[in-house]
C-alpha cells in the first residue's frame, strides 16, 4: 500500500469496497498503473504479495482485480481461486509477460475473466472486465519471439529475481560475469 504522503489519486485508505485490486510484485508497473486508474476515478488498493492480495480482497471486496502472473516467483494462477472464493461476483483479469496458450486456458478455467499479454494499457484492461462473461476465446498467443529478444527477456527477468546483482545472474544463467555485462550493455 502507499504511504499518506504520496497516495496517488484514487487510493482510499478506509473500509469501503473498492472498484480495482491490482496485484503486481512490480512496483513501477503498479505505480503507473495506479496513476492511469486514479485519473480516471477509479478506487483501487495495490497488493504485492499473496498474502497481502488476500487481507485486502477479504477487507475491501474489490468489484475487480487485475493480477500478475509472477508474483516474486510465486505463480498468480495459485491466487485465482481464493479470490473468487472471497469475492465470487469479482471480475479477474490476468497479466503476464510471458503468455502461453496452456497457461491463458488455466487461468480461464480457474475463473479469470480474461487474460491479456504485457505490454498491455489501461484501457485495454478496462475493456477486458467490461466483457460480458468469461473470455470465450483465447487471446492471440504472438508468434514465434525472435530469439534475442527472448534471452534479452529471460536475462532481465533472471537479473530482478536476483535483484539486480549481475555476479549472481551470471552464475545462475552459467555465463561469465563480463559476458553478462556486455550483453546488458547492448540491450541499452
Known sequence: MYPATSEPAGYRNTTERIDILVVDDDETFGHVLARALGRRGLRFEIAQSFDEALELAGN??????????????????GLIEPLKRAIPDCRIVMLTGYASFDTAIDAIKRGATHYLAKPVDVDEILAAFEATGPQKTLPPIPGPVPL?????????????MNHYNITATARVLGMPRRTLQRKLTKQH
Open 148 to 160: 534475442d529478444r527472448m534471452q534479452r527477456e529471460h536475462i532481465q527477468h533472471t537479473l530482478k
Open 60 to 77: 475491501r471486496l474489490p468489484h475487480r482485480v487485475i493480477l500478475d502472473l509472477d508474483l516474486g516467483g510465486k505463480n498468480g494462477l
